[in-house]
Nanobody, 121 residues
Framework: QVQLVESGGGLVQAGESLNLSCTASGGFFTIRRMAWFRQAPGNQRDLVARITNDGVTNYADSVKGRFIISRDSAKNTVYLQMNVLKPEDTAVYYC???????????????WGQGTQVTVSS
């Protein structure tokens, strides 16, 4: 069974850093890209950062210059280094993988259970 397991969330003060990690397991045939999304109470789930198999990255404007996404494809693991955290970064952070479990299967999104990040002022 496919699983995305996140770790690294927590409570920090503004200006501090956190590093999130997420490992995909359970038999992916291919993962084309991995990403981090976040959702604050009352808000929709928004893209934070994405990285493709080729290492191409893109970021939400609100985190550019502060967050860095990276990936270890051999381990099916994606990381999010979050620096200079702000109270508005407070949210549940979700790991996302886009790929398929079989060579003939259609690509689809897979999601982790989420990890809470809270930034106090």
């Amino acid at each position: 069974q496919v699983q995305l397991v996140e770790s690294g969330g927590g409570l920090v003060q503004a200006g501090e850093s956190l590093n999130l990690s997420c490992t995909a397991s359970g038999g992916f045939f291919t993962i084309r890209r991995m990403a981090w999304f976040r959702q604050a109470p009352g808000n929709q789930r928004d893209l934070v950062a994405r990285i493709t198999n080729d290492g191409v990255t893109n970021y939400a404007d609100s985190v550019k210059g502060r967050f860095i996404i990276s990936r270890d494809s051999a381990k099916n693991t994606v990381y999010l280094q979050m620096n200079v955290l702000k109270p508005e970064d407070t949210a549940v952070y979700y790991c996302n993988a886009f790929g398929s479990q079989t060579w003939f299967g259609a690509d689809r999104d897979y999601w982790g259970q989420g990890t809470q990040v809270t930034v106090s002022s």
